[in-house]
């Protein structure tokens, strides 16, 4: 049963507009979410992350939003640049304490930006 | 700051042979995880260990196994060799917990003939 799903395998936005790519988990025990960029050939690298207490977390280009209530997380790049073009993971913690913990992940949407 | 190293890049190996791949982190980092990336299954966690003990580990047979050296570098193995063990293996690095800002490795790219 997959937890975290991201739905869209593959995404093209413009240059300079929106992409917000989906995700959305089944356990509500998560208690953080974190998104990864991956390059062909290249390892991924982590983005950003939110903590199941807050609904919003900003950085720069990037801003996620979590909404609890429908479990769901969005990742907003804002504009979006060809150099952005990638598969981007979503990623669910539950933490135990003293370091404990579970992480899955989403399958990856391919985000293509056209020039 | 050297990056997350990973070797061999590449490697082909046959159905029950075993295999191990190493990790050195960069340095500073205690917490080394390793995953495995298919395109069927996407990216999964294995384990991670923090001061050379495995601290964590995800659903994968018990023919997945690692280990933690003093200096921190991991090394994981995988015995009796599957086909379905054919994946990317990456490994990351962070300073002490994994949502410290993770730092992934190019990965090892397993093929299981």
């Known amino acids: 049963d997959q937890q975290v799903k991201q739905n869209s395998p593959s995404l093209s936005v413009q240059e300079g507009r929106i992409s917000i790519l989906n995700c959305d988990y089944t356990n509500s025990m998560f208690d953080y979410f974190l998104w990864y960029k991956k390059y062909p050939a290249e390892g991924p690298t982590f983005l950003i992350s939110?903590?199941?207490?807050?609904d919003k977390n900003e950085d720069g280009r990037f801003t996620v939003f979590l909404n609890k209530s429908a479990k769901h997380l969005s990742l907003h790049i804002v504009p979006s640049q060809p150099g952005d073009s990638a598969v981007y993971f979503c990623a669910a913690m539950t933490y135990s304490g003293a370091g404990s913990y579970q992480l899955t992940f989403g399958k990856g949407t391919k985000l293509s930006v056209i020039p | 700051k050297a990056g997350v190293t990973q070797t061999p890049r590449y490697l082909i190996k046959t159905r029950g042979q075993q295999v191990t791949l190493s990790c050195s982190p960069i340095?500073?980092?205690?917490?080394v995880s390793w995953y495995q990336q298919t395109p069927g299954q996407g990216l999964q966690f294995l384990f991670e260990y923090f001061s050379e003990t495995q601290r964590n580990k995800g659903n994968f047979p018990g023919r997945f196994s690692g280990r933690q050296f003093s200096n921190s570098r991991s090394e994981m193995n995988v015995s009796t060799l599957e086909l379905g063990d054919s994946a990317l293996y990456l490994c990351?690095?962070?300073?002490?917990?994994?949502?410290?800002?993770?730092?992934f490795g190019p990965g090892t790219r397993l093929t299981v003939l």
């Open positions: 340095s500073g980092h205690r917490s």
């Open positions: 990351a690095s962070s300073f002490r917990t994994p949502w410290d800002t993770q730092y």
């Open positions: 939110i903590s199941s207490i807050k």
